[in-house]
């Protein structure tokens, strides 16, 4: 294994595989720290863990497990990938575990770039941008576990770890890799956040990282990477043969960004749809085997979705508590997910980090085979000999992405 990488949840770690898979990688993606050697042939693994929201103690002895499991694979460089859009909170996860990592590695400086252009993520002066709006007015300062209000990743970083935070700004980005390192080798911080508002701006950074022990961001600071090893003469060159799916589909979404709020209410005027509600969950009025047996009787794209508008979800957090009402959330979709699949469903669509994590958690998914790929940043992804899965994140796809991604499933190319 060359490439060892760290996710800090499911679907954001199936971006980054999708995104090494398409440079060229022989990737697998791990659910959680495996307890076994990985097979010769892989030359990336993605380490998925469900780290985000946890304490950040637990966070970082997770992705130090992490980190020796994929050192024994001998893994040439880390990578640890995070959400574009920063998640997290003032004090963690991301900060504390980047910092750990960077200390076992020894690494004197690490990049921090949460850029993806093709998904509207953009980093420019420090600053989050998605699409045209900066980070804190895009919706995301109402999520639910980690609102974003501060868009400034510096100082966003900065409140989360010990040392200080440097910054490589656009006009030294855009002039390439010699310039990029001239600039790093002047700075005197440890932690640098570099601007980046395009692919070739996201290359130019990986290039840069060929000799960097740990080297830390969103799945589009990945893109240059691949070459690194290319240039070595260190990659087969192989991709593996991937054949569709057929056969019964449910999406399950948990997310409550504004995108996807946007594709549930757009799914919902045509295919089934069934919404539970935190007020009914916390008070046992709905049950998995019942959502089950009503998903398996319709006809089409049935969903069952708790994505609430922000007004709801803080109403039902004060009510019940954030950590309950996310806790009992998750449970009910992973009782669900098994209840699908043992009715027969052999593709499942799930929205949101957590809701996805659960779901997988709930399967005892070991390995996940990377496929086609639905919208930027979410592949197809196989999870058994019938049975495939569609893990997005809460702001990535378009307005039809649920039935996209159940058509996309069922092709071989």
Same mark, same amino acid.
């Not at 045509?270 to 009787?297: K, N, Q, T, Y």
């Given at each position: ?168 700004? &656009? #006009? ?10 001239? /600039? %790093?080798? +002047?700075?005197?911080? @440890?932690?640098? !956040? ?123 957090? &004060? #009510? ?10 998750? /449970? %009910?979709? +992973?009782?669900?997910? @098994?209840?699908? !699949? ?72």
């Amino acid at each position: 294994m060359l490439l060892g990488c760290i996710g800090d949840d499911f679907t954001g770690s199936s971006d980054l595989a999708n995104t090494l898979t398409k440079a060229g990688m022989r990737t697998v993606q791990y659910v959680g720290v495996p307890d076994a050697p990985a097979d010769t042939g892989v030359e990336a693994g993605v380490v998925a863990l469900k780290s985000r929201s946890i304490p950040v103690a637990e966070a970082v002895a997770h992705a130090l497990a992490a980190l020796e499991w994929l050192r024994a694979q001998g893994c040439q460089q880390i990578l640890f990938k995070y959400c574009s859009t920063f998640d997290s909170t003032p004090e963690g996860n991301i900060g504390p575990v980047a910092e750990a990592l960077a200390d076992a590695l020894d690494a004197r400086q690490v990049i921090f770039c949460p850029a993806f252009p093709g998904a509207g993520r953009t980093v420019y002066q420090g600053h989050l941008f998605v699409k045209d709006r900066l980070l804190s007015e895009s919706g995301l300062q109402h999520h639910p576990l980690t609102p974003m209000t501060d868009p400034d990743i510096r100082r966003w970083l900065g409140a989360q770890v010990r040392g200080t935070v440097g910054h490589l700004d &656009a #006009q030294i980005v855009r002039q390439g890799p010699e310039a990029i390192k001239a /600039a %790093l080798a +002047a700075q005197e911080h @440890r932690l640098i !956040v570099a601007d980046a508002v395009s692919d070739a701006d996201l290359v130019a950074l990986g290039h840069v990282a060929a000799e960097s022990p740990l080297i830390t961001g969103g799945s589009g600071i990945a893109m240059g990477l691949p070459d690194n090893f290319r240039a070595r003469g260190q990659l087969a060159g192989k991709a593996g043969a991937w054949h569709g799916q057929s056969g019964p589909v449910v999406v399950l979404s948990g997310s409550c960004s504004e995108a996807t709020r946007g594709q549930v209410a757009r799914h919902a005027t045509a295919h089934p749809a069934r919404e539970i509600s935190a007020a009914d969950v916390m008070a046992g009025r709905v049950a998995a085997e019942d959502l089950a047996d009503w998903a398996a009787a319709q006809e089409g794209i049935a969903m069952i979705y708790s994505s609430a508008d922000p007004a709801r979800v803080a109403q039902d957090q &004060a #009510q019940f508590g954030a950590v309950a009402v996310a806790g009992a959330i998750e /449970a %009910l979709f +992973a009782a669900l997910a @098994r209840a699908l !699949v043992a009715r027969g469903v052999t593709r499942l669509v799930t929205a949101g980090g957590e809701t996805s994590g659960a779901v997988v958690e709930a399967l005892g998914l070991k390995e996940l085979e990377i496929g086609p790929e639905i919208a930027p940043g979410v592949p197809v992804i196989r999870a058994g000999h019938d049975l495939v899965l569609a893990l997005k994140s809460g702001n990535f796809g378009g307005p039809d992405f649920f039935v996209e991604a159940a058509q996309r499933m069922e092709t071989s190319t």
